[in-house]
């Protein structure tokens, strides 16, 4: 074997989640009323189009999910301790071409002078930014523009080819908004060929304080948001589900208490709660540090501690939502007659009213989603985020505000990271409007 | 009225016990104070005396919830979950980690706080309200849509980027106002300013947006059409009738807000410097005060409860048609 995989716990859940989706795609395929409203999805454009854009953030992140230790050399018969990456892998380049520090985007000069061997203070060459100009730096604008324009031909060229494929499915599913879908793909690579074709010789967004590449870093980011944005939801929905038909259901004191339990947890101000909770779990991983092999582990262990007190302190809504929808099912005629057939209570709860609430759970599963990614940047900044060593939009930004104040400005890392989350938000804001306006019944 | 209001607030009491066992739970539950003080002294090389001595400094010391040795009542009293928990329904939190007094570090934070917060509060709902009867006066329009899709693309935007853009344009570029930093009375508004533009422009999206739709809810309903068929005009539609009626969901969506205005906002007070609850709280999360975080969380629940009942009460006196029995 040249590489040893390892799953780490956010892997396993996010491959689950996927399967789940999957399932659950397929399930609803065969309801008839989910059926319809999915194909309200498919025929807007709006909702195909940031689909798409979802689907290539999502594969981004899928792909950063695969971990794995390589094989060291000859000489040790053993496997290295960092874990990497598939995207890692994909990435090499740009994973170990780092600086000393500083550089702004497309740079062939470090961002700080330096004391040369003569006494000189010089901005000190960059070791792989340009390094194919040698000594000949003038030729940069010229050598940027042509490799520039070289990305963009090789984008056009696969975003039509995707497009040309998008004729037939157009004719196989004419409802279907593929156009759209594609021509949002389209978008995509005619922005990424040319930072592609560019990243192969120079840094595109810059480096970072200790020289890496701020490319790399903000793509490695999508991986913490959309677990943060996905798992948090799927770590409460269990507990929300249950609660929330049991409540609507059952009703009397089981009612009371559920309904207490969950005001009393709405009642602590979210950040507080995360605050207190994420403190508590800082000193819990701090004092057992044998629980984790290595450092990876460790800072999995927090991210995926981090969204299980995301979910508890968001699971009360769509609790609340789904005991007053379990109300409203509960006076139903065909749950009546399945209690006068006799059907026990736990399956009238879960073939006759789980069914019909799945819908609710769906439109908050995407509600919930840009929240959570846009939550996770400020609650990094805070202190009480995902684990410092961790790469995400909210270490990213941090590391980045303070610089600001210099002069001149790096202003780089901050604008990478605030226009790839923007981007990944945006779309999932207008997916989940489509979603919402699909399904809900009561928009009609 | 008066019955309802005390039995709500009867209701309000176990509610607040049960916040005050979950952080109890939270804090000396799952970990013990021997974790806390480890963990303030340096996880490796710390002896036991000075994991005692930082105890009992602290009154971490006693037992949890029941004093064997202790006589009579003190049974019950000298625990830390009397000492910490109980007693902070009299708003008693002890000391902070520095040793200073929590309540009285509240109580002098809580105007700075209320600077930011309320003006943010007030002008952000008006903003918000007069942006959304802007798109319903246009509904239909190119302009509604155009507006509808700005408000979700301000939404997508980090709240971080809007502070550290007003920051860096209005403060760096501009020198309108000092980054940060705050000063007691009239001579806070030019550090208070830029704060509270941020907030707004950074919370008008979603709002506007959110109300947008109450407004269309509401448009939709007979009186509306009764309105417009005695000959009223478009305006005198929307300010006189709609604006009226749409605004009890709106007003008692946001009355529960108004409490925890106190709490001021974590985020925005530690950017800009202002000395109030909100950067309180982060420096006590960094600096992992936990008797200060303790006592944050039960004033904002509290406040949150008191939000709640002020709610309740809205509903009757903005909208006379709901009885409270």
């Given amino acids: 074997m040249m590489v040893k995989f390892v799953l780490l716990g956010s892997d396993a859940l996010l491959f689950a989640l996927i399967a ?42 899928v792909l950063d999910s695969v971990h794995f230790r390589p094989r060291l050399g000859a000489p040790q018969e053993a496997y290295a301790v960092d874990v990497l990456s598939a995207l890692d892998a994909a990435l090499t380049p740009l994973r170990t071409h780092t600086e000393k520090t500083y550089s702004a985007p497309l740079a ?58 998008a004729l037939p ?4 599913h004419p409802r279907v908004a593929w156009m759209a879908a594609f021509t949002a793909l389209l978008a995509m690579c005619v922005a990424a060929g040319p930072i592609a074709a560019l990243a192969q010789g120079y840094h595109v967004f810059g480096t970072d304080k200790v020289g890496q590449d701020v490319l790399f870093l903000a793509l490695k980011s999508i991986r913490t948001g959309v677990i943060i944005g996905t798992l948090t939801t799927l770590i409460m929905l269990p507990a929300a589900v249950l609660l929330g038909i049991v409540a609507g259901y059952v009703g009397g004191w089981v009612d009371d208490a559920i309904q207490y339990l969950y005001t009393t947890l709405n009642s602590i101000p979210g950040v507080l709660l995360i605050a207190a909770a994420v403190l508590m779990m800082q000193v819990i991983i701090d004092t057992h540090p044998e629980w984790f092999a290595t450092s990876a582990e460790r800072a999995d262990a927090r991210l995926l501690a981090l969204c299980a007190i995301l979910g508890v302190t968001s699971w009360t809504g769509l609790c609340r939502l789904l005991r007053g929808e379990t109300l409203k099912l509960r006076e139903m005629e065909y749950v009546q007659a399945a209690r006068a057939f006799g059907v026990a209570q736990l399956a009238i709860m879960l073939r006759h009213i789980l069914p019909n609430l799945m819908h609710i759970v769906l439109i908050s599963l995407v509600m919930d989603f ?15 985020g995902v684990d410092p060593n961790t790469i995400s939009f909210g270490t990213m930004i941090n590391a980045a505000r303070l610089e600001l104040a210099r002069e001149p400005m790096v202003w780089w890392s901050l604008a990478a990271a605030f226009s790839f989350m923007f981007v990944l938000v945006l779309a999932a804001n207008l997916f989940a409007d489509v979603v919402r306006d699909a399904f809900d019944p009561r928009l009609g | ?46 002896t036991p005396e000075a994991i005692g001595k930082w105890k009992a400094e602290r009154g971490y010391d006693r037992p949890l919830l029941w004093n ?22 009299a708003f008693d939190f002890g000391r902070a980690d520095d040793g200073r007094d929590i309540a009285r570090e509240i109580r002098g934070r809580m105007g700075p706080s209320l600077a930011v917060a309320l003006p943010v509060f007030a002008l952000g709902l008006f903003a918000a309200i007069w942006f959304s009867l802007l798109l319903v006066y246009f509904r239909g329009t190119y302009l509604d849509a155009t507006g509808v899709v700005l408000c979700v693309a301000m939404m997508s935007i980090s709240g971080l980027f809007y502070i550290i853009g007003g920051q860096w344009l209005v403060s760096k570029i501009w020198h309108l106002v000092p980054i940060s930093g705050y000063a007691p009375g009239l001579d806070a508004a030019k550090f208070v300013i830029l704060p509270v ?4 422009v950074g919370g008008i999206g979603a709002s506007s947006r959110w109300y947008r739709t109450i407004f269309l809810e509401e448009i939709g309903k007979d009186y509306v059409r009764t309105a417009r068929a005695k000959g009223l005009s478009e305006r005198a539609v929307l300010f006189g009738h709609v604006l009226r009626n749409a605004l009890i969901p709106i007003l008692t969506g946001v009355v529960v807000l108004i409490p925890t205005l106190f709490m001021g906002s974590l985020v925005i007070e530690s950017f800009f410097g202002i000395p109030g609850l909100g950067s309180y709280t982060i420096d006590a999360i960094n600096a992992q005060d936990f008797a200060v975080v303790r006592s944050m969380v039960f004033i904002g629940s509290f406040l949150y409860i008191v939000g709640l009942l002020l709610t309740d009460i809205s509903y009757t006196l903005v909208d006379p048609r709901v009885r409270l029995g």
């Fill in chain 2, 1 to 46: 009225m008066f019955a309802y209001i005390v039995r709500r607030l009867l209701y309000a009491i176990p509610i607040l016990i049960g916040v005050n066992l979950v952080t109890f739970a939270l804090f000396f539950v799952v970990n013990t104070p021997d974790d806390m003080a480890r963990m303030q002294l340096g996880v490796k090389r710390v």
């Fill in chain 1, 20 to 61: 789940v989706a999957a399932e659950s795609l397929w399930w609803a395929r065969r309801q008839d009323h989910l059926r319809h409203a999915m194909g309200r999805v498919a025929g807007s454009g709006v909702g195909t189009a940031s689909a798409m854009v979802l689907v290539v953030f999502l594969a981004v992140a």
């Fill in chain 1, 108 to 165: 062939t000069h470090s961002f700080a002078r330096e004391m040369q061997e003569g006494g000189e203070w010089l901005y000190p060459r960059l070791k792989y930014g340009g390094a194919h100009l040698g000594e000949n730096v003038g030729a940069r604008d010229a050598d940027v523009a042509q490799t520039a324009l070289r990305g963009l031909a090789l984008g056009i060229v696969f975003g039509g080819l995707a497009w040309l494929a």
């Fill in chain 1, 169 to 172: 499915l157009r004719r196989r």
């Fill in chain 2, 197 to 200: 533009i941020v907030s707004v």
């Fill in chain 1, 370 to 384: 840009s929240g959570l990614v846009l939550a996770e940047a400020v609650l990094s900044y805070v202190g009480i």
């Fill in chain 2, 68 to 89: 064997a040795q202790a006589p009579g009542l003190g049974k019950a009293t000298a625990t830390i979950f009397f000492a910490k928990s109980v007693r902070m329904f």
